[in-house]
């Protein structure tokens, strides 16, 4: 491998924190660090692990040194180093963090650097000498920013306010979300609407028996009840409510898809979904979801949060949206052909003055596919799903029983404690690559490695950090799965007991357990459940357990085959 060490970028980066900023906190190693500080060093940490190209040579600290000078130790030792030629790039939350004197600023980014070839990133100012085509394309943003450090100080400052608030899942907004009102004892916290609620709590209903959001809207406009909109209104003193019954604001499908998608109502704060992209701009734009600012449990939920979960299922597959007042038929997009992979449609006849349902493969009839022209009585094979699903719950609760049994352990936290044992190995494996490959550079300037032995070391190291990396982003997956999964609920399984005893095949149900369905030539029917994974690692743990006590393995799994 041939790595050019002039192409490679070696980042310094700077945190600096004047004593008049406050903030300052005890360590746990007893000496003071400004909490800051430490949230510099997480913002350009997190930028340089989106940077894989840079690597960190040094971190420089001043704690405690006003901006207004460079009479601060380690950045003089930082000079020092890029003078050197150790470091090539310097990174710093913003310009601020450099530096307060903009001048001597810029007498450093404008000349020194540039002549020193170290390029210069202030992260949050967006600011990067590797952007600029222009030599005097630096200048410029220069210039603005001396006469717009105040007021853009100040944007910063009301905007960073605003994000600690979100952060800690305080409400900022001027309007509450239908179903909630402020608190009047603390305008950042939320209250439950009891009125509103019960709509909210209506209308989540309604979806999962199978209702779109056409029908619903139909329904509350029916009933007479106010939109969100006049709602606000009716309650509000500002607003005077309208003359007219025609000028009301009706329910739309919008308004009741719009509440359905709200993780609001499971007592998640979500906020900072939009920003502007700076002081200078009024247009927002919307954020990606990792962005937002989400805070678990900051008011008390309108539903639950498996029932949230299940409708925002249900609004993914409930793509044929049925009439006003029918609901979906229970089976609707879950059946697929077993032999050709292809939908099977829902047909009907009427005989003897009695409607007949039936299911067909969707391609019978076309020459190439060859499927038999077997139908499926929709009657029939309800009460095969039907008897397939309680022959599940049953083996999932046999599982439960299992688990019970091992008092010592729950598969989750053992299972947790192999991957966090594990993530803090490939960490260790990072950290102590990272210290070879910043050591094979000190000794190829020492002159003790050739170029081509250092870059063949260099590329070593790197190829084990990559791996080391991914293995942690794998692992992290699986762990959130596992949570996912698991959601709050101390036992997974404890769900199913509401699966306990169903008498009658229901939209809910299917939706819940069910990702798919196929029907074969024979008659008989494979059901894919969505727990699929989770069930087979409760069931490897259960086996492990049962191995480790020197037993017969349980045998959960029966082969469901329904003919
Ligand atoms: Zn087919």
């Given at each position: 491998?041939?790595?050019?060490?002039?192409?490679?970028?070696?980042?310094?980066?700077?945190?600096?924190?004047?004593?008049?900023?406050?903030?300052?906190?005890?360590?746990?190693?007893?000496?003071?660090?400004?909490?800051?500080?430490?949230?510099?060093?997480?913002?350009?940490?997190?930028?340089?692990?989106?940077?894989?190209?840079?690597?960190?040579?040094?971190?420089?600290?001043?704690?405690?040194?006003?901006?207004?000078?460079?009479?601060?130790?380690?950045?003089?030792?930082?000079?020092?180093?890029?003078?050197?030629?150790?470091?090539?790039?310097?990174?710093?939350?913003?310009?601020?963090?450099?530096?307060?004197?903009?001048?001597?600023?810029?007498?450093?980014?404008?000349?020194?650097?540039?002549?020193?070839?170290?390029?210069?990133?202030?992260?949050?100012?967006?600011?990067?000498?590797?952007?600029?085509?222009?030599?005097?394309?630096?200048?410029?943003?220069?210039?603005?920013?001396?006469?717009?450090?105040?007021?853009?100080?100040?944007?910063?400052?009301?905007?960073?306010?605003?994000?600690?608030?979100?952060?800690?899942?305080?409400?900022?907004?001027?309007?509450?979300?239908?179903?909630?009102?402020?608190?009047?004892e603390n305008k950042n916290h939320l209250l439950i609407d009891e009125y509103a609620a019960s709509i909210v709590r209506n209308i989540f209903r309604w979806k999962l028996e199978g209702f779109s959001p056409v029908s619903i809207a139909d329904k509350l406009n029916k009933a007479g009840i106010l939109s969100p909109m006049e709602y606000k209104k009716a309650k509000g003193s500002r607003y005077e409510t309208s003359f007219k019954k025609s000028a009301l604001a009706e329910w739309s499908h919008v308004a009741v898809r719009r509440i359905l998608k709200n993780e609001i109502y499971t007592g998640v704060m979500l906020q900072g979904k939009r920003t502007t992209p700076n002081y200078k701009t009024k247009?927002?734009?919307?954020?990606?979801?990792?962005?937002?600012?989400?805070?678990?449990?900051?008011?008390?939920?309108?539903?639950?949060?498996?029932?949230?979960?299940?409708?925002?299922?249900?609004?993914?597959?409930?793509?044929?949206?049925?009439?006003?007042?029918?609901?979906?038929?229970?089976?609707?997009?879950?059946?697929?052909?077993?032999?050709?992979?292809?939908?099977?449609?829902?047909?009907?006849?009427?005989?003897?003055?009695?409607?007949?349902?039936?299911?067909?493969?969707?391609?019978?009839?076309?020459?190439?596919?060859?499927?038999?022209?077997?139908?499926?009585?929709?009657?029939?094979?309800?009460?095969?799903?039907?008897?397939?699903?309680?022959?599940?719950?049953?083996?999932?609760?046999?599982?439960?029983?299992?688990?019970?049994?091992?008092?010592?352990?729950?598969?989750?936290?053992?299972?947790?404690?192999?991957?966090?044992?594990?993530?803090?190995?490939?960490?260790?494996?990072?950290?102590?690559?990272?210290?070879?490959?910043?050591?094979?550079?000190?000794?190829?300037?020492?002159?003790?490695?050739?170029?081509?032995?250092?870059?063949?070391?260099?590329?070593?190291?790197?190829?084990?950090?990559?791996?080391?990396?991914?293995?942690?982003?794998?692992?992290?997956?699986?762990?959130?799965?596992?949570?996912?999964?698991?959601?709050?609920?101390?036992?997974?399984?404890?769900?199913?007991?509401?699966?306990?005893?169903?008498?009658?095949?229901?939209?809910?149900?299917?939706?819940?357990?069910?990702?798919?369905?196929?029907?074969?030539?024979?008659?008989?029917?494979?059901?894919?459940?969505?727990?699929?994974?989770?069930?087979?690692?409760?069931?490897?743990?259960?086996?492990?357990?049962?191995?480790?006590?020197?037993?017969?393995?349980?045998?959960?799994?029966?082969?469901?085959?329904?003919?």
């Amino acid at each position: 491998m041939n790595v050019n060490i002039d192409q490679m970028i070696r980042v310094a980066i700077y945190l600096r924190l004047s004593k008049d900023d406050g903030d300052f906190s005890l360590s746990e190693n007893g000496k003071t660090e400004s909490n800051s500080i430490h949230n510099q060093r997480e913002l350009l940490m997190s930028f340089l692990q989106s940077h894989p190209e840079m690597e960190l040579v040094g971190e420089y600290k001043d704690d405690g040194y006003t901006g207004t000078n460079f009479d601060r130790p380690d950045f003089q030792k930082m000079i020092q180093d890029i003078q050197k030629g150790l470091i090539n790039c310097v990174i710093v939350k913003d310009l601020s963090r450099f530096g307060r004197d903009y001048i001597e600023c810029g007498r450093y980014i404008e000349k020194l650097f540039p002549q020193l070839g170290v390029r210069f990133i202030a992260v949050n100012d967006h600011f990067d000498t590797a952007s600029g085509n222009q030599s005097d394309s630096i200048v410029v943003p220069f210039k603005n920013l001396i006469n717009d450090s105040y007021s853009r100080d100040i944007s910063i400052k009301v905007r960073s306010n605003l994000a600690v608030k979100r952060n800690k899942g305080e409400f900022i907004g001027n309007f509450t979300v239908y179903g909630y009102v402020k608190d009047p004892e603390n305008k950042n916290h939320l209250l439950i609407d009891e009125y509103a609620a019960s709509i909210v709590r209506n209308i989540f209903r309604w979806k999962l028996e199978g209702f779109s959001p056409v029908s619903i809207a139909d329904k509350l406009n029916k009933a007479g009840i106010l939109s969100p909109m006049e709602y606000k209104k009716a309650k509000g003193s500002r607003y005077e409510t309208s003359f007219k019954k025609s000028a009301l604001a009706e329910w739309s499908h919008v308004a009741v898809r719009r509440i359905l998608k709200n993780e609001i109502y499971t007592g998640v704060m979500l906020q900072g979904k939009r920003t502007t992209p700076n002081y200078k701009t009024k247009t927002e734009i919307r954020k990606a979801e990792s962005e937002w600012a989400r805070k678990e449990g900051t008011h008390e939920p309108i539903v639950s949060k498996a029932e949230f979960d299940l409708v925002q299922r249900l609004l993914r597959e409930d793509t044929r949206a049925g009439t006003p007042s029918a609901p979906v038929h229970p089976l609707c997009g879950k059946l697929l052909c077993g032999k050709c992979g292809e939908p099977v449609v829902r047909k009907s006849t009427t005989s003897g003055g009695r409607l007949y349902a039936y299911y067909l493969c969707k391609s019978y009839g076309s020459k190439k596919s060859g499927c038999a022209s077997r139908r499926f009585g929709e009657d029939k094979l309800h009460g095969l799903v039907l008897a397939v699903i309680k022959q599940e719950i049953d083996v999932l609760l046999d599982m439960e029983k299992a688990l019970k049994s091992y008092k010592d352990a729950s598969w989750e936290e053992s299972e947790m404690k192999k991957i966090d044992t594990n993530i803090a190995m490939q960490e260790e494996i990072i950290r102590k690559n990272n210290d070879l490959r910043m050591g094979v550079y000190e000794d190829f300037q020492a002159g003790i490695l050739s170029r081509e032995e250092y870059a063949e070391y260099r590329a070593d190291f790197t190829v084990r950090i990559d791996t080391a990396r991914e293995a942690i982003r794998q692992l992290l997956a699986e762990k959130s799965e596992i949570q996912d999964s698991l959601g709050n609920q101390k036992n997974w399984l404890e769900q199913f007991h509401a699966y306990v005893g169903i008498k009658e095949l229901d939209r809910r149900y299917v939706v819940a357990l069910i990702d798919r369905i196929y029907l074969f030539d024979d008659g008989s029917i494979e059901i894919v459940f969505r727990h699929k994974n989770q069930k087979e690692r409760i069931l490897n743990f259960i086996r492990e357990q049962e191995a480790a006590r020197k037993r017969k393995p349980l045998v959960l799994v029966p082969t469901v085959e329904v003919v």
